[in-house]
């Protein structure tokens, strides 16, 4: 299998050397693994050059490889300038969005990076002529910002290093003292990764998202002037803040959600939720509107047809004008992505831009283009394109290529497994969407389906969590369908689970009578919301001849572990599923838990979950594996989302060997693979006795 490593210290023609020896390898799943994801693209003050980072997996390594580069937005190739460090991620995994701060000079780029067991600010030179560390603190540096022209950084810190880990030595000397804060079912000294290294983690108030030892520790304050290096303690109070303006203050209307004040003015503009939610979590429409200029008393609303009704996700100010630009995330068509400039003083919106994937400033979809006062420079991406970035002209929507360091996999995926928008109605007439890739086919016959149901914006890959990988499994005559839920969340549990149900059975429906698919061997896989989706359908219909699931689902141990969180668990355990205790709510967990349900589950599923969430769905994943139902694979150290490389690899690798296995009937004959089959053809003999044959078996 055909790899591509590249180190930090390349060049960018490297990475396009890289990825032209690569091109003669199948989108294997490591290849997908190690795509260069482009992030937080950031046009100069004088508007001429861009600066973003690339981040690449090594699996040979098991790390990730960030580097960043510099632009110019006429030249033909970006300057390497500094090496990255370690990605910086939440505490369930996702790679956090890296943030840069040109000089007014033009001159340096600001961002923070961990490098060396470290989070310092660094400053690299534009011109590719070195980088260094500004800040040597005891302590990792949680903000920073440039001032007085660009002349002095502040930047603040908490409890430092030592102090953490001394922390933690006592913790681990004197026992740790089991409370509301305590994440229990997990490893408890040393057990998750935060700020590159593995540390004792707590929860924090927000779910069961976690944080590091003396997490709440008080921000502290350092300036230092940047000629000299001389540095001084600071008050909070001595740092330049920006005030925030409520939108009810101005006459703008709905529940808050997103607000951006112009850059070197006082204008402000706002995204709010409006309209009847109606069962559901939020309102279900967004208002656009804006302080038509500084210190007006009210704000002005977008009216026209082009921002009202829209899925607008994201906005920002287009440098040196009177507009707003703002994106709109259509769900009716996949999730793709327009860009439109409404003038705060005329009202006129215009569209710059309209694509079938992904344009902003990154993987997330909220994540914004850099903006000059001509141009944007977006990361573009789609269902079977990978991540490439480009200029983006304000007035005529002219698109320029810059960077495609992921050009020879797009080829190959054009090649192989390309993908296509599927748009379907349910029994009921409700939209949904979805990229469907068609499988490659050794036969005449209908190929078998693979389903994920949840989010599928821009360049797929594995669904959410990056665990299935769509296309080497349409390579390998699987077809696979990524299903996007419907707008909103629905706040009861069994309309919400039945939302996913009716979506992939009008799929299969769909797809059967268009003879693409063999409705007998339909595969479906899930993290998160998949993945309660995916065990609702095993559960609940017979759609499914497998199924593979990351993430555990409510049960009486999930209640249990999580219950040590007090009434914020509680509470939310009503609000999202309508479930008290199992004793106070008995029908309600009859309907929602696998744990009561285990004589309806009859397609064999594979768990992989990580180390830090296993333990809540044992309850029902032990009698499943005793009675030869199941297989469950728990890797260590991991959140929510896996994130190592081998990892990740391993749960690729792993799903494309079971769906092979149950809908083709296929064994790789990898000699290291051989238990895993042993334990799959005993669970095949095993359902086979209780139901019977399915198709293709």
Known sequence: MLSCVVRPLLFAGALLACASVCHAGLVSPRRLLEVADISSPTVSPDGRSVAFRVERASVARNTYDTVWYVQGLSDPLPRRIADGGVPLRDSAGESLPPEVVWSPDNRWIFYRALVDGKIDVWRAAADGSGSEPLTHDAADVRDFALGEGGRVLRYSVGATREEVRSAERAEYDQGIHIDDSVPIGQGLFRSGYVSGRMATQRFSKVWFDRLPLLADAPD?????????????????????????????????????????????????????????????????????????????????????????????????????????????????????????R???????????????????????????????????????????????????????????????????????????????????????????????????????????????????????????????????????????????????????????????????????????????????????????????????????????????????????????????????????????????????????????????????IHAPILFQHSEQEYMYALDYEIPLIREQRADLYVFPNEPHQKFQPRHKLAAYNRNLDWFRFWLQGHEDPDPAKAEQYVRWRAMRTNLRMERGPRAGH
């Open 220 to 340: 502290r304050w350092t300036e230092i002037d940047i000629a000299t290096g001389a540095s001084r303690a600071i008050a909070v109070s001595a740092v330049p803040s920006v005030p925030s303006l409520a939108p009810d203050k101005v006459g703008v209307d709905g529940d808050p959600w997103k607000s951006l004040r112009e850059p070197q003015g006082d204008r402000v503009a706002w995204l709010t939720r409006i309209g009847d939610r109606r069962g559901q979590q939020q309102r279900p429409d967004v208002l656009l509107s804006a302080l038509p200029r500084a210190h007006a008393g009210r704000a002005v609303r977008c009216v026209s047809a082009l921002c009202t009704g829209k899925a607008i996700t994201a906005v920002q100010w287009r440098p040196d004008s009177d507009e707003v630009l703002f994106t709109v995330t259509d769900p009716r068509q996949g999730l793709a992505q327009s860009i439109l």
């Open 342 to 600: 409404w003038n705060v003083a005329t009202g006129e919106v215009r569209t710059v831009v309209k694509t079938a994937g992904l344009v902003n400033g990154g993987r997330d979809p909220t994540w914004n283009c850099g903006a000059s006062a001509d141009a944007l420079v977006c990361v573009t991406a789609e269902a079977d394109r990978p991540p490439r970035l480009e200029k983006v002209d304000l007035e005529i929507g002219k698109r320029l290529v810059l960077f495609d360091p992921n050009k020879a996999l797009a080829q190959d995926i054009a090649d192989v497994a390309p993908a296509r928008l599927l748009q379907w109605q349910d029994k009921r007439g409700e939209w949904f969407t979805g990229q469907f890739y068609s499988a490659r086919r050794g036969g005449d016959g209908p190929a078998p389906l693979f389903i994920t149901y949840y989010s599928c914006p821009g360049f797929i890959r594995g669904g959410v969590g990056d665990e299935w990988p769509l296309a080497s499994l349409a390579q390998a005559g699987i077809s696979a369908l990524c299903i996007n839920r419907r707008p909103g969340y629905t706040m009861d549990a069994v309309a919400r689970y039945g939302e996913g149900l009716a979506a992939a059975e009008s799929a299969v429906e769909r797809l059967s009578r268009e003879h693409e698919i063999d409705r007998a061997r339909v595969g479906m896989g899930g993290l998160s919301f998949g993945a309660e989706v995916t065990m609702w359908t095993v559960a609940n219909s017979g759609l499914l001849a497998a199924a593979s699931v990351a993430t555990p689902v409510v049960s009486p141990f999930y209640y249990v572990i999580g219950s040590i969180k007090g009434k914020a668990f509680r509470k939310g355990l009503r609000e999202l599923w309508g479930l008290g205790s199992p004793s106070e709510t008995p029908q309600r967990w009859s309907v929602l838990s696998p744990a009561f349900q285990l004589d309806k």
